[in-house]
């Protein structure tokens, strides 16, 4: 039988994380890492004191912006973190209800977030596909849309 050492660590998962693109968006010309973010920056410090893993469920737009106004300059820190900092799909906005959409919606909608999540972070491996959805709710008929789509839902 053989040993293998398990380094320790804590798994958090966190909801309506839009706000964190939208920093990113607005200080791209003035941050050179994403961990320039205060939310970013608590995130990676918990992860190297304590092994944090981290799920990041968003948006894709608020208002006037969407996840498609976010640069891409910053895709060397999140491939660099894909090992503990991961971003998944949360709804298209706060008024979102998956318990009532149709499943081409809710295609449509988790579609153009990993569209736009791989645009961002340039890597598959920055992607969770476990389902986090608003008010956690969805019909099978979503579901199954989302788990057909490109990256789909596990």
């Known amino acids: 039988m053989s040993t293998v050492e398990k380094k320790p660590y804590i798994h958090l998962s966190i909801d309506d994380t839009f706000e964190i693109f939208k920093d990113l968006a607005q200080n791209a010309m003035y941050y ?3 961990f320039e973010n205060p939310y970013l920056h608590f995130l990676e410090m918990l992860h190297t004191q ?3 893993v981290a799920s990041m469920y968003c948006f894709t737009e608020e208002g006037d912006f969407s996840l498609s106004n976010v640069p891409d300059i910053f895709c060397p820190d999140f491939t660099k973190s894909a090992d503990w900092l991961k971003w998944g799909f ?5 008024n979102s209800r ?7 919606k809710a295609q449509k909608d988790y579609s153009f977030a990993i569209r736009e999540l791989l645009r961002i972070t340039g890597s598959v491996r920055c992607i969770d596909v476990a389902p986090r959805l608003h008010f956690f709710a969805g019909t099978w008929e979503c579901i199954r849309a989302m788990c057909q789509s490109d990256h789909g839902l596990k």
């Open 32 to 34: 050179s890492s994403i």
């Open 50 to 52: 304590y092994g944090l």
């Open 98 to 104: 998956y318990q009532y959409a149709s499943g081409r």
């Open 90 to 94: 949360h709804g298209r906005s706060q």
